[in-house]
């Protein structure tokens, strides 16, 4: 059983074109992320959200935008694809206590999506 | 602001040698400091995590780290390191409190290379 899974794991698309990739943890987790790791392994936080309620949303440009069903989907859509948007995405989810801290500190990770603008 | 640095871009050491990982965090309070680890093609797993109380942690695989706050550094250290570690290890600091709880900043990345 996969704890956190997103698809696809491969996306090559063009320029200009609108695509989602979506992630479901099957945790219990009520708090969700997304990732973005650029090509020099630099990983950054898009987006959090808690009980499917918007909590973190970093400085990124609003093609992007995470939708959430429920606590246990993060779905990311982006539109008008760039060139710079290249990059693997990770899916992320957590814990946490009341007040907003990490329980655990913990994030796990799903397996990465790449996506290639060509 | 919260950041990481890591100053080693790529280490490489034999099989059963002794590896330290070096990480220097930038936090005004206490920070949660944490090392994850990402095998190629693979998220990140936690590998420990120091949020308070005893300064050296122990975690998965054998390792451990020590939180040195006059130095701002947490350290990760294997005393034998076997093939399977070759992986990128990332170096995390949380805020522990209010916003900045909310997420991880992560610092670049140590390449780790094992070489028989």
């Known amino acids: 059983d996969t704890a956190v899974s997103q698809t696809p794991k491969y996306l090559v698309t063009q320029m200009g074109n609108d695509k989602s990739i979506k992630c479901e943890q099957n945790?219990?987790?009520?708090?969700m992320y997304w990732y973005k790791q650029d090509s020099k392994k630099f990983l950054k936080i898009m987006f959090s959200y808690n009980n499917k309620e918007l909590i973190i949303n970093e400085t990124v440009p609003n093609r992007f935008s995470p939708k959430s069903p429920d606590k246990a989907h993060l779905n990311l859509h982006i539109n008008s694809l760039e060139l710079g948007d290249s990059a693997v995405y990770f899916c992320?989810?957590?814990?946490?206590?009341?007040?907003?801290?990490?329980?655990?500190?913990?994030?796990?990770f799903g397996e990465g999506s790449r996506l290639t603008v060509l | 602001a919260q950041s990481v640095t890591q100053p080693d871009i790529h280490i490489t050491v034999s099989e059963g040698a002794s590896l330290e990982l070096r990480c220097n965090y930038s936090?005004?309070?206490?920070?949660?400091l944490f090392w994850y680890v990402q095998s190629p093609g693979q998220g990140l797993q936690l590998l420990l995590k120091?949020?308070?109380?005893?300064?050296l942690v122990q975690g998965i695989k054998g390792f451990e780290a020590e939180f040195k706050r006059s130095q701002s550094s947490f350290n990760l250290r294997k005393p034998s390191v076997h093939w399977s570690d070759a992986a990128e290890y990332f170096c995390?600091?949380?805020?522990?409190?209010?916003?900045?709880?909310?997420?991880?900043?992560f610092g670049t990345g140590t390449r780790l290379t094992v070489i028989p």
């Open positions: 992320a989810s957590s814990a946490r206590l009341a007040g907003g801290r990490l329980k655990t500190g913990e994030l796990f």
């Open positions: 120091y949020f308070s109380g005893d300064t």
């Open positions: 936090y005004g309070a206490t920070p949660y």
């Open positions: 995390a600091v949380a805020g522990s409190n209010g916003a900045g709880a909310n997420n991880l900043f």
């Open positions: 945790l219990g987790h009520d708090t």
